[in-house]
């Protein structure tokens, strides 16, 4: 079927407003990630779901960051008073584990956020 | 925490020239995954190695894991302007793959007409 998607694919914010970033994953993935890719560098782990649970939150930079995937499909991440160095592409992967070992990400093409 | 060190982190080739693009990680690796990004564009999986002398192959592209499952190399065979993007390399955080990925900072190729 079709793959990940995310919206917006691009986002200008001003400083201090908050915004909103949606996640269509591969239907059936139990697994979501949102990974966090600042420019000339590797993704980062932000959080991680698997269905509507949200198992690890660690990556999350501070308390303005919120994700939730409340239907254990969609997920939005929220950035709550944005910050210059909030501007960062943001990536969206789904999952669905084959085995314990075997666990690909597949990765939606991203939401580019610019806090002006 | 584990880290992943990917060279060069910039690279330049002659259309039809061969390449290699390594990634060294500071713990063991118990899966290691190559992705492909083009400039605004998602990350594209490439393949994925889980065991110690491991090999595969997509068309032009292999990917190897070294025995001892620390190191990883990425070939690319009679390179085509096609093959320009930023490659990166991703490993599991945890002995268990269900979780985040942890990657290089990307390997940039330029692929000359």
């Known amino acids: 079927g079709a793959g990940v998607s995310q919206s917006p694919r691009y986002k200008v914010a001003k400083r201090g407003q908050d915004v909103a970033l949606r996640c269509d994953p591969i239907s059936g993935h139990v697994s979501l990630f949102w990974y966090q890719q600042a420019l000339g560098q590797g993704p980062e782990f932000l959080t991680y779901f698997q269905n509507e649970a949200q198992l690890d939150k660690s990556g999350l930079p501070s308390d303005r960051f919120f994700a939730e995937r409340p239907e254990g499909s969609v997920s939005t991440l929220k950035i709550q008073r944005t910050q210059q160095e909030d501007s960062a592409v943001y990536l969206c992967a789904s999952s669905h584990p084959t085995s314990a070992f075997e666990e690909t990400q597949y990765f939606g093409p991203g939401t580019r956020l610019l806090v002006l | 925490s584990q880290e992943l060190e990917q060279s060069p982190q910039s690279l330049i080739v002659q259309e039809g020239k061969n390449l290699t693009i390594n990634c060294t990680s500071s713990?063991?690796?118990?899966?290691l995954y190559w992705y492909k990004q083009k400039y605004g564009e998602g990350l594209i999986f490439l393949m994925m190695l889980q065991k110690g002398g491991e090999e595969k192959s997509h068309e032009k592209i292999t990917a190897k894991l070294d025995e001892k499952k620390q190191q990883s190399s990425l070939h690319i065979t009679a390179s085509q302007p096609s093959h320009a993007g930023i490659y990166l390399c991703g490993a599991g955080a945890h002995y268990n793959q269900g979780g985040k990925l942890i990657f290089g900072q990307g390997t940039e190729l330029s692929v000359k007409p």
């Open positions: 713990k063991t690796l118990y899966g």
